[in-house]
């Protein structure tokens, strides 16, 4: 994510002092509003990257979660399966199977139900997480496309290059209000 910040960041520092001189010149005032624009989309990419890292973070977390839920379900399930176990071969040696062990298998399949759900709730928060991510991270990657259009459009005064760039930050910001949903 640096590396997108930084390469923003450069293409918005060059547009900008590119636009103060052709501005110092009395030159061409449009410039002025692409500078304007440029910011505010380098601050909605800073914002989307800022989300996405975030979103990424909360799906790798609930992943985790969800992935320490399935050990703690399976670790239930072989107690269980060791208890129904010596419970057999006590049978087989002719005793009689303990009691006790019955009940703490019932125990353990009831406490299975409830881990193996709240595994299933972690997996699909993370899924969740991980969606938005993918959608911020788009935003960032087409508000990038604009600065950088924005500022091919100082160099090379072009007003339609400027307007396209307005175009790819209004398909960003449509991924960055998905992303806030």
């Not at 239930?76 to 303990?98: C, D, F, R």
């Not at 928060?125 to 960032?140: F, I, N």
Request: aromatic share 8%.
């Amino acid at each position: 994510m640096d590396e997108i910040e930084n390469f923003s960041e450069k293409i918005h520092e060059q547009s900008n002092e590119h636009a103060h001189h052709m501005l110092s010149e009395g030159k061409e005032k449009w410039v002025l509003y692409v500078a304007l624009t440029t910011a505010v989309f380098a601050v909605l990419a800073a914002i989307a990257g800022l989300m996405a890292g975030a979103h990424a973070d909360e799906a790798m977390l609930t992943q985790m979660k969800a992935s320490d839920q399935w050990a703690f379900y399976q670790a239930k399930g072989i107690k269980s399966e060791m208890l129904v176990t010596s419970n057999k071969i006590l049978v087989a040696m002719g005793k009689q199977p303990l009691a006790e062990d019955a009940a703490k298998v019932a125990e353990n399949k009831t406490e299975q139900a409830k881990i193996k759900k709240e595994a299933e709730d972690f997996q699909k928060e993370s899924v969740v997480h991980s969606d938005k991510h993918a959608v911020l991270a788009k935003c960032v990657t087409l508000f990038q496309v604009a600065i950088a259009i924005g500022a091919i459009s100082i160099i090379t005064k072009r007003k339609a290059l400027w307007l396209g760039s307005i175009g790819f930050a209004a398909v960003g910001a449509v991924f960055f209000v998905m992303g806030l949903l």
